[in-house]
């Protein structure tokens, strides 16, 4: 995971915004306490799920969110459905579809490593999500892919290999990833996959990954443009099925999915062509042509996607060669019990299978084999990343700020020192929520056991240093970031898309307006496919542009007084150059940085959390 935490936060070229929009979350109520059954009021969705011939339930990107969200601030209630929940969903789902006589896949695109406690929250010696990977693997998945996160430390890749992808009989896809075990290289998963529906339709299957360049020493990925030159691939796709299913871990704007699909198209001009892509965790839909659609479905099982399509009847059956438009649907599902009974026609009593609740079950178990509701303190209110304003009392940057000069100094011989500290804004990767903060919110907020180093300089250059990393140049920003996308960084286009629909939002309604209405927070999506696309209406999220690195309080100090100038390790030579650039009585090197303390960038908000919030 260390090579991703490259992620200087690159969000933040954004213009302040001063609007002060007030939304339905600061009315929310805290009554609901057990997140299983939620007590508040979740609303519906607004209306059934188009179904076609061939329909196909998605995730992506779930992270190890599998016991839903569990905190009682809006919007984690709507996301609350856990994978015991989504089990009872897809069996009532597949009997609707055998009543239908239709077909319904279920395909996953990838990322199921690095988020929670339930991943990452494994004793010493453990491999993560090895033990939650067990829950996905009871789910009738019929495609999966690889995604990036499985390949950051080789031996999460190695279990893959060995443990997971067996599982799936072919069907966990990896085809353009492979694994070198005593020098071999060798296809993680499958690289295709053919089968037939229930309903005899013909289906090949791929699962690819985007040119991801931050995976480990001995797993290998091979740039799309060259698989879609490879002979296998040409053998794969040269017999025409019924439908291509094109799943993989690659967003499905702006990335390399053209190059497959014209690869196919080449061969097969009308043959339909579904994609089921990932990575970037927004909701998005397009459609390459008339007889294709892609859909990619968000992040941390914070939505289900659904696609349908009506395909003519399969090859034998159909009377003559249809090259009209398909019929297509998409939807954006909001993951809870509310929205799983209401597609399902059933009821809170009804809803759920043994199966599912025996996933639940061991889920819980999990977590509390891992301990993960030890509680370091109560968070006394919402910490978020952009909802608040930075700096502000409800920024998580700003509580960040605050966290550094106590819990890197505990314990420290140089906590005397006058000191700055910095660390990135993309090193948090969640919102903090009111209500008890325990080992797995700490994993959610925090994940990235970065540690911390130190020079000593004037305060004079220290100042400086800050805004220095927050105004790199266009150019240097743009090669930065070209790079962090290689890595697999993701929160600039994530971070771009809810700042998309904010302001889509105030432009239509203004500011406030909506809020007043019945709807409720979460995600307001736009996509460049016809109709709405989200499953429950929502006005958006308030958004506020945050800076790439933050600091703590600078000291009062005169600019000729030594001080610490604390840094998260990871951006060394970025601050070595810059403090280099700032002052010229000394050329700074590598040899003056010294460790400045043992803790962790992922143990410093529960060490604040234990003394302030107790
Ligand atoms: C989503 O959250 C809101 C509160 O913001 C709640 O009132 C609403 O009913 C939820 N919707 C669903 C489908 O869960
Ligand atoms: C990887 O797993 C092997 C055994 O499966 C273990 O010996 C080794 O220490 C692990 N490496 C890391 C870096 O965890
Ligand atoms: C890669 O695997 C080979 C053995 O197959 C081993 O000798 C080598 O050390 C490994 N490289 C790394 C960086 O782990
Ligand atoms: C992946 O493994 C296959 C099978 O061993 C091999 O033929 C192929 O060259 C490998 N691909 C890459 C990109 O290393
Ligand atoms: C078929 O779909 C394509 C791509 O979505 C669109 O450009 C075209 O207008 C459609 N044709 C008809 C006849 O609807
Ligand atoms: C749903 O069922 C559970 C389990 O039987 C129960 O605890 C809960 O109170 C029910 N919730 C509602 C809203 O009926
Ligand atoms: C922020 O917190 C401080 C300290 O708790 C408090 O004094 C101040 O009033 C708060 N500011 C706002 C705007 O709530
Ligand atoms: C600091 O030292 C005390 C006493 O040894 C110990 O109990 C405490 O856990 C330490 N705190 C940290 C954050 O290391
Ligand atoms: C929200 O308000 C509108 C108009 O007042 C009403 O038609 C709709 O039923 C309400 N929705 C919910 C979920 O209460
Ligand atoms: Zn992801
Ligand atoms: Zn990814």
Redesign the pocket.
Known sequence: MRSLIVSLALAGAVVACGDDHIHARDGHDHSHTKREFPTAKLTPPTRPLQWGTLNIIHTTDSHGWLLGHQKTSFPEPNYSGDLGDFASFVTHMKEIAKAKDVDLLLVDSGDLHDGTGLSDGFPPGGIDAQASNEFYKQLPYDVMAIGNHELYIYNNTLDMYRNFAPHFKGRYLSSNV?ITIDG????VGGRFAKFTTRKGRKITALGVLFNFKGNAANT?V?PVADMVKEAWFSNAIAEEPDVFLLAGHMPIAKDNWPLVFDAIRAVHPTTPILILGGHTHIRDCLQLDGRSMSLESGRYMETVGWMSADLPAPKGHQHGHSTKNITFSRRYLDPNRVTYEYHTGRGNFSFDTAWGRSITKGLEKLAKTFDLSFQYGTAPHDFTINQAPYPSNNSVLSLVSEVMPYSLTVNNTRAGNPNIMITNSGSLRFDLYAGPFTKNDQLTVSPFADSFLYLTVPFGAAKKVLPTLNHAGADERRSLETELWARGYVETRYREWIEEMYRRDIAQNGAGLRAAGNLTVGYVTSDACPGVGDDTPHVPLAFNPIPDFISSAPPDVSDDTIVDLVFVDFIQTQLLSIVNSVQSAKVFTTADVLPYTNVLATEILGIYAQHAWN
Not at 184 to 187: D, M, T
């Open positions: 492979n071999v290289s060798r296809p290998t091979q």
